[in-house]
């Protein structure tokens, strides 16, 4: 088994990202040397850190283009025929930063029906304005043709610098 480059604990073999520290992993493995020098780069760099007071995570289905936000109907179980992708929203309530502050957000899927088995990871970045004291974050994962989610319920966290900041479950039946 493979370990993190970066934590040095195993990796779960079809994850993209260590579900320990969220770094990614397979970047490193497929990388040139170059790519992998700017890798370390990046990690060194520290964008600003965000604290967040509160947090919310919200489902919804949808197709691959995300429809407005009026659309959006929450639930957390979904009807395995008609659905097509799976969109966590988190909310964070957060002081104001005084600049604006890149962060990453990493999610992991787990399921269905078993908390230890990653069903898939990603790493997407933001911006929070310089005055805004909550923020609202969209991620999303799935299939164009509905109908391929396997029945079960999923686990979902979200991390920020490396700390879980909400978690959730969904349902598909």
């Known amino acids: 088994m493979n370990s993190c480059k970066h934590c040095g604990k195993d990796l779960v073999k ?4 260590c579900i320990f520290c969220g770094k990614e992993v397979q970047a490193y493995k497929q ?3 170059q790519e992998n020098k700017q890798f370390a780069e990046d990690d060194q760099r520290q ?3 965000i604290t967040v007071n509160k947090a919310e995570l919200n489902f919804f289905e949808s197709g691959a283009d995300l429809p407005p936000s009026s659309e959006w109907k929450y639930s957390s179980r979904f009807p ?3 659905t097509r992708y799976i969109n966590c929203t988190i909310s964070l309530k957060h002081p104001p930063a005084g600049e604006n502050r890149n962060f990453e957000l990493v999610h992991f899927i787990y399921g269905p029906d078993d908390n230890k088995k ?3 990871s990603g790493k997407d970045k933001f911006v929070i304005g310089a005055n805004y004291k909550e923020s609202n974050h969209t991620i999303g994962c799935g299939w164009e043709i509905p109908g391929n989610w396997d029945s079960g319920k ?3 966290e979200i991390t920020m610098n490396n700390e879980v ?3 959730g479950i969904f349902e598909i039946s």
């Open 47 to 49: 964008d600003g850190k």
């Open 154 to 156: 999923y686990f979902v």
């Open 165 to 167: 900041v909400s978690s």
């Open 14 to 17: 079809e994850a993209n990202f």
């Open 31 to 33: 990388a040139s040397k």
């Open 118 to 120: 990653l069903f898939t």
């Open 80 to 82: 395995k025929e008609k």
